[in-house]
DNA sequence: TTGTAAGCGTTATCAA
DNA sequence: TTGATAACGCTTACAA
């Protein structure tokens, strides 16, 4: 053998009797290469009985792949963005990538993560689930370097962008509670600066506009987190009157939103109902089973993926896309009723 | 500059007029090093005028070190595993290394995922999730190619294992429920084979031993799902006595007993009281805000990749590690009280 | 104080 | 059908 290290294609190819040449042809099944059967099986032999495992870095540095693709997220303390995360990441393992993770707060605020993890050579692309457009610089800084897809993000971005339908989101959320009978419906928003929480808010604006209620139309701000959607109910319950539906931008906002009212002895759904844009699996368990509209996000994080590798294998691609199928889709549980009746 | 690719060190060094000899060990701030101010300004102007970024599959080639660490985790579905994620993620970035994702059954399945994830040098380390005890093959694939530390597995493994104090978790829980008074206490624990659920198991067991309630031992059986836990309490309704105290081993499995507690109006804690071992976000949102034993999960994903490190850079290390700081601490919510009075 | 040159393990282009 | 050999971009003795 060598020097102790494990072994080289140079070992094996000495151990077959070969140049270091075939033996990496033969070894990477090249179609442009007759061998003789008799030393194909030589190499193979020499590479299995001396356990060879090619030299990724090496092999990468020759060619031009790495092999690899950046996973650049944010919130993975929410259930919701570690569907993204997950659908990305086995879409990635299918085609032969591996998947470096990263969290995009880190890498925007300190440059040294940002370079060690845009280092050339490392990544073949990024993808970068963004959706606060805080993240300019972010975005400019991953693209100069390789190839990126957003997830979730405005498409006046200087990347593709793969998206859910959030709009049709909200506007199916408000069908549901029209048809219910309500007509005084609060939509509980994210975060100010959030793409995804406007186009679920134009959504809602939209819906109750072609009711004729566009007069009706109510927003509050929450920041996605559990802790926020209690506070957002705090602030509507010091109203001199209530709403008798309100849409939660978010499944976890909308796990603070349930408790809040429960606290305040408010019954759901006989009071007020609540319906929330995301399922995931801890809404049946909430103090009321909550209804939900259903979003395709580990077919988000997939749809993101699949562009990707398509462009940095040199198919055409890089389009922006709507995830479309499934749309979105009603969950009912038992968090939404009829209105409870108008008093005169 | 070069051949259209991005600027080398070469093209760097050309461009300041010296060799690329130099350029490295000043670009790499190597103290061993004397070179003129002026040189070194000449060649940090260059670097910065062609946006020079080092070319880390290049370095890595040359040197050993591939500043990268393996995380093999299991069950993401589950914030439990997530967080540990977190820590472990959050402690490599801060220590310079990004990280590559996998999970654990890819890698145990497909052998070809498992090869494209350790091939050579591009892994320093890896971490490995476990607990099932299934994965015996594929620590051994691991461990042969890189430094490898096992996270909530049993010690008798080939490699350092960290852990949180699992029995004296259990334990607490079991303090809590007999100063309340019960006296009839059911273990709904995880999955058969898990190692992190035995240990919980026998944490239950000893300190029931303790209060000599030793014969009143009652385990059933989980899979760590919310669903499990539903099924769970379904068994323990149908038989002719209840439990008066439930003990989870998992927060997610814990959301499912409530429900299913709720759905049989079965009242929590007036009737039955309930409490978890895991604390995490959705617990004040269930159907009863959810006592727990709260257990430093992102403590112990960093502890492994500390001692993961410690390792690869040559530090001693390497033991096995208890995460006992902060221990385990009781949160208190409303799933817990005093025993129903007992029927004469 | 700086430059030369030899690798690191592959792959690709020739020539034999 | 196979073998030399030259890159890929960097680090590091060693030499000047």
């Excluded at 792949?65 to 929410?78: K, N, T």
């Excluded at 186009?199 to 809602?204: A, I, L, M, P």
């Excluded at 606290?263 to 909550?290: E, G, N, R, Y």
Aim: charged share 20%; proline share 5%; net charge negative.
């Amino acid at each position: 053998m060598n020097s102790g290290g494990p072994p080289t294609l140079r070992d094996v190819a000495h151990e077959a009797g070969v140049s270091s040449a075939i033996a990496s042809r033969v070894l990477n099944a090249d179609p442009h290469v007759r061998v003789r059967e008799e030393t194909r099986q030589r190499i193979q032999d020499a590479a299995q009985s001396l356990g060879y495992v090619p030299h990724s870095l090496a092999r990468s540095l020759r060619g031009a792949r790495a092999g690899a693709i950046g996973l650049v997220m944010h919130g993975l303390d929410s259930p919701i963005n570690v569907d993204v995360l997950a659908g990305a990441h086995a879409r990635c393992a299918q085609s032969g990538y591996v998947t470096l993770l990263a969290e995009a707060e880190d890498l925007a605020e300190d440059d040294s993560r940002l370079r060690a993890f845009l280092a050339r050579g490392r990544l073949d692309g990024v993808i970068l689930h963004s959706g606060y457009g805080h993240d300019d610089r972010l975005l400019d800084a991953i693209s100069r370097s390789v190839p990126a897809v957003l997830v979730n993000a405005d498409d006046d971005r200087e990347a593709p962008t793969v998206r859910v339908d959030d709009a049709a989101a909200t506007t199916l959320a408000v069908s549901h509670l029209l048809e219910l009978g309500h007509r005084e419906i609060t939509f509980i928003a994210g975060p100010h600066g959030s793409q995804t929480s406007d186009r679920r808010e134009q959504g809602y604006r939209s819906a109750l506009d072609r009711a004729d209620l566009g007069d009706r139309t109510d927003v509050v701000h929450a920041d996605w987190s559990a802790d926020s959607g209690m506070q957002a109910v705090q602030e509507i319950l010091r109203r001199p009157s209530l709403p008798t539906g309100l849409i939660v931008a978010n499944a976890v906002t909308a796990a603070g939103v349930l408790s809040a009212l429960r606290d305040a002895a408010v019954q759901v759904p006989d009071s007020i109902s609540v319906i929330t844009i995301h399922d995931s699996w801890f809404l049946p368990h909430l103090s009321v089973a909550l209804t939900a509209v259903r979003l395709p996000l580990q077919a988000l994080g997939a749809a993101a993926a699949t562009l990707l590798i398509d462009t940095i294998d040199g198919r055409d691609a890089a389009q922006d896309a709507f995830i479309t199928d499934p749309g979105p889709e009603l969950v009912l549980r038992k968090s939404t009723g009829s209105p409870p009746a108008r008093r005169a």
